[in-house]
C-alpha cells in the first residue's frame, strides 16, 4: 500500500458560483488536506480522504468571507470543517460522501489524472484536475436574497475545481 500526501505549494481547492444571476464569484480554501492510499502507482480504488478548514474560506471579499463563515452559511463556530471520504474511484469518476454542517451527501466529481513524475529532487509526484457540481441547498446553505428583477442573488448551483498534486511518501 503506498501513502499519498499532499503538496501544498502545488495545489488548490476553489468553487464558484453565480452572482445576481449575471456572472460567477470564485473562492477557495487556502487551509485543507488530502490523503490517499493506493497500490503503488495505480489509484483505482485507491482511499481518498479530504478535510478543509472553513475558516480559510478566500474570496477576495474580508465582508463576503465573514458572512460565508457566519451562522447563515457555514457556520463556523459549530462547524469548522468540511470532509469528503471516498467509496469508488475509477480513474475518472470519483464518488464519495461530502459533509458540510454534519450533513453527509453524496456527490461524484469528475477526474482528470495529469499522470505521474519525478521532480529533480527524487520525489514521485501525481497531479489530478477534479471538477463538479452541488446543491449548496442541500447541505443547509440556505441564505439568499430575491431580487426585484426575479431571480437569487447567489446561485445555488456551486462549482468545485480543484488542482490537487500528491506526493508519494518516501
Keep these: 500500500m503506498a ?7 502545488h495545489s488548490e481547492v476553489g468553487f464558484k ?27 483505482n480504488s485507491s482511499s481518498i480522504s479530504f478535510t478543509a478548514d472553513v475558516a480559510s474560506i478566500d474570496t477576495s471579499n474580508e465582508q463576503r468571507d465573514q458572512h460565508l463563515q457566519s451562522a447563515e452559511f457555514f457556520d463556523i463556530e459549530k462547524y469548522p470543517q468540511i470532509s469528503f471520504k471516498s467509496t469508488r474511484y475509477d ?32 520525489n514521485t509526484k501525481a497531479g489530478f484536475t ?18 426585484e428583477t426575479g431571480g437569487v442573488l447567489v446561485s445555488e448551483e456551486v462549482n468545485i475545481i480543484a488542482e490537487i498534486q500528491l506526493a508519494k511518501a518516501q
Excluded: C
Excluded at 449575471?22 to 489509484?43: A, H, M, P, R, T
Excluded at 470519483?94 to 505521474?116: H, M, Q, R, W
Design 130 to 147: 477534479i471538477t463538479g457540481k452541488i446543491n449548496r441547498k442541500d447541505w443547509g446553505l440556505n441564505w439568499n436574497a430575491a431580487l
Design 3 to 9: 501513502k499519498w500526501n499532499l503538496d501544498t505549494t
Design 17 to 43: 458560483v453565480k452572482h445576481l444571476m449575471i456572472n460567477n464569484v470564485k473562492g477557495q480554501f487556502k487551509s485543507f488536506n488530502i490523503e490517499l492510499q493506493s497500490e503503488g502507482d495505480d489509484f
Design 91 to 122: 480513474g475518472s469518476v470519483l464518488e464519495g460522501n461530502l459533509t458540510i454542517k454534519d450533513v453527509t451527501k453524496a456527490v461524484k466529481l469528475e477526474v482528470d489524472f495529469g499522470g505521474i513524475a519525478k521532480d529533480p529532487w527524487g
